[in-house]
Structures are given as structure tokens and as C-alpha cells.
């Protein structure tokens, strides 16, 4: 399924970026993490100017152990 959509991504950076977003969205899934709850905290938390250098408390599986399994 992800090489017929990818073939879609319009060029090949695009192509990057689907493919690093299916990895991330994997990433929830391999750690008990609902993929688009994850991503709206996500958005919501950089949109409100979360810290770089604290990049690690926003991946999945930090999300997981945060209690906020799906």
C-alpha cells in the first residue's frame, strides 16, 4: 500500500515526507498509541511554541508512557 501511494507524493522530497510520516504513524501504532490523537497533541503542542531541545518528550513513545495510550 505505501509504494502505490507514494507514487502520488508529486516529487521526490514528497516522497520523503510520506515516508516519514507512515514511519511516525507506525511508530504510535508499534507503541499502543492512537495515531491521530498523537498527532493533534502533537500539532497542538508545536503550534503553542513547545521547546526544541525537548524534542524527545513529543515522540510516541513518551507519549505511551505519559498514560495516553489509545
Not at 8 to 26: C, K, P, Q, V, Y
Amino acid at each position: 500500500m505505501n509504494r502505490r501511494n507514494a507514487l502520488f507524493a508529486g516529487h521526490d522530497e514528497g516522497g520523503r515526507n510520506w515516508a516519514r510520516f507512515t514511519s511516525l504513524i507506525g511508530t504510535c501504532k508499534m507503541n499502543s498509541v492512537e495515531p491521530y490523537a498523537y498527532l493533534r497533541d502533537l500539532f497542538t503542542k508545536l503550534a503553542n511554541g513547545h521547546l526544541a531541545q525537548d524534542i524527545e518528550a513529543l515522540m510516541p513513545w513518551a507519549y505511551a508512557q505519559q498514560g495516553q495510550e489509545a
